[in-house]
């Protein structure tokens, strides 16, 4: 009490067995340091490599001691490494041992082979992108993988993505890394970020400079869970939301239309049928999965109480003389009164809404409406209000919308936007998907389907990001790999810098320098460079 603040370490005394120790088969293993410890979540912390039954150690701390019972036999002729990281800390200010790490060999020589790189995350979390990264070795021969046990060679990624496995038997090893958020040491296809080297590591010498770049891809493979009849209308719920639906039979698109929400793929008829109608189902998941089928859909009359429609639009959106509205209904709608559709942008004026200003992004759901108009520089107001009364929607069932509709627009003026912003992409090949992105937000995309070259011309004044998708199999959308597969995601990369800095200033009138956005590595053993 009173004293200085202790600021130093733990420092360690004596370890059995002696670091570097050869033909060593402990049962336990001994630290002793200079002043009491406590651990902190050992049993996550401490990295033991190769792969040991970590539910059959003890860990405890006792004083001033560590000890760890084994409680298993250690292979023979195999180099252990345990790296303590911070797990053991000084009892009175949390001060972690520094750089501990014990290696010792079972047989007559230590492994010292190494495997390092780095990490990349597709779309990072900025609050802590690479915590709980793990990059993990399987023998090539383990029938066991991420998904399913603790690799046989294990490292965490340090703060800024870069690993070392070292202490490693010469063999053949697959690879991966994966984000381990529930500490399993196992990585969950459904919802954390992985990667994977698609060939075999002949690791006969050191290997630098490895490369993944995570992301999340739900691996289940998309399934039909039942069908069955809804009130009037038909289910057919899946496992999953599926990235595509393809519906096929007579009538899909002129009586009979559906919704897709909530796994649940929900088909309507414009009226009752008396028979069963087959329907042939293609969906496909995000990872590349299809489901192809035949269902019989039925179409009956009911007494379930209808559901109201509903109606979502785009309100808030900023826009500059081209107004595009987006309507999102539960159900589909077949009839619009256009005569209580207007937009209003002061006490007396309105513009008219007409049918060839509105259409349908998919004939076969008409549930989600899109609505484009111009509006010159000559009206000067700021905000424009898209009016719908109630009754104006009428959806397949004949239910009206009951509520009025107001979702408001702000019209950008000339001199607050930025002129152009513009770059190359090096070191890829197309098609690209170009994203302009700001608070997480994509505000403008192109698809470049030939050259390397891209604009966006009168942007709001603002901070962005450039963020570019190499579209492999020109489907327009960024697909996550597919392990079943051995295929990999498609590559995502940023617009940087010099410092680093993904972030641009773009300011009215500007005209931003044609930016340079440069690929990031592939995943796998990165090339030599000249």
Not at 377 to 395: C, G, H, K, V
Not at 425 to 447: H, M, T
Not at 515 to 529: D, F, H, V, Y
């Amino acid at each position: 009490m009173g004293g200085p603040r202790d600021l130093d370490p733990p420092k360690v005394i004596s370890i059995y067995p002696e670091n570097k120790s050869l033909n060593a088969k402990p049962t336990d293993i001994r630290i002793e340091f200079d002043e009491y410890i406590k651990l902190d979540n050992a049993t996550k912390n401490i990295i033991i490599t190769p792969r040991v039954k970590k539910d059959e150690l003890i860990i405890t701390a006792l004083k001033n001691m560590v000890i760890i019972e084994l409680n298993q036999e250690l292979e023979d002729s195999t180099t252990y490494v345990f790296n303590f990281q911070k797990s053991i800390q000084d009892l009175s200010e949390s001060n972690p041992a520094e750089n501990l790490k014990l290696v010792f060999s079972t047989g007559p020589s230590i492994d010292s082979l190494e495997l390092s790189g780095s990490v990349n995350t597709y779309f990072p979390d900025s609050r802590a992108p690479f915590d709980n990264i793990i990059v993990g070795l399987y023998e090539a021969n383990d029938t066991t993988d991420l998904f399913t046990a603790a690799p046989y060679y294990i490292s965490q990624a340090d703060s800024v993505g870069n690993f070392t496995i070292s202490n490693i038997k010469e063999g053949k090893y697959r690879a991966y890394s994966w984000k381990d958020e529930n500490n399993t040491l196992k990585a969950e296809y459904k919802s954390e970020l992985f990667d994977f080297i698609s060939d075999t590591l002949n690791i006969s010498e050191n290997i630098s400079k490895v490369i993944f770049n995570l992301a999340k891809g739900d691996q289940t493979p998309i399934r039909l869970l039942r069908s069955s009849t809804f009130g009037a209308a038909y289910d057919l719920v899946l496992n999953k939301n599926p990235v595509e639906v393809g519906l096929k039979s007579e009538n899909i698109g002129k009586s009979i239309f559906y919704t897709q929400a909530d796994k649940r793929v929900r088909l309507y008829s414009i009226s009752p049928e008396a028979d069963s109608i087959a329907t042939k189902i293609m969906l496909a998941d995000s990872v590349g999965n299809s489901l192809d089928s035949m269902v019989w859909t039925k179409f009956e009359s009911s007494d379930r109480k209808k559901e109201e429609l509903t109606i979502q639009a785009n309100s808030g959106k900023s826009f500059y003389q081209n107004l595009q509205i987006e309507l999102t209904f539960n159900k589909p709608v077949l009839n619009i009164n256009t005569d209580s559709l207007y937009i209003s942008f002061d006490t007396a004026s309105i513009i008219p809404i007409r049918r060839d200003m509105m259409f349908f992004e998919d004939s076969s759901r008409k549930d989600r409406l899109l609505i484009n108009l111009s509006i010159t520089d000559s009206i000067p107001q700021e905000i424009f209000t898209l009016n719908a009364r109630d009754s104006t929607f009428q959806d397949i069932e004949n239910v009206f919308n009951k509520e009025p509709l107001k979702a408001n627009y702000k019209k950008l003026k000339r001199e607050t936007l930025a002129d152009e912003i513009s770059g190359t992409i090096v070191g890829n090949s197309g098609p690209y998907i170009v994203q302009l992105i700001s608070k997480n937000e994509v505000k403008r995309d192109q698809y470049i389907e030939t050259g390397n070259a891209f604009s966006f011309t009168l942007v709001e004044a603002g901070e962005y990001q450039i963020r570019v998708i190499a579209d492999r199999n020109k489907n327009r959308r960024w697909d996550p790999g597919n392990f079943a597969l051995k295929r990999s995601a498609e590559q995502v990369f940023y617009f940087e810098d010099e410092d680093k800095s993904r972030n641009i200033t773009i300011r009215a009138g500007w005209t931003v320098p044609s930016q340079q956005i440069n690929s990031t590595p592939q995943t796998g053993l990165k090339p030599a460079e000249n």
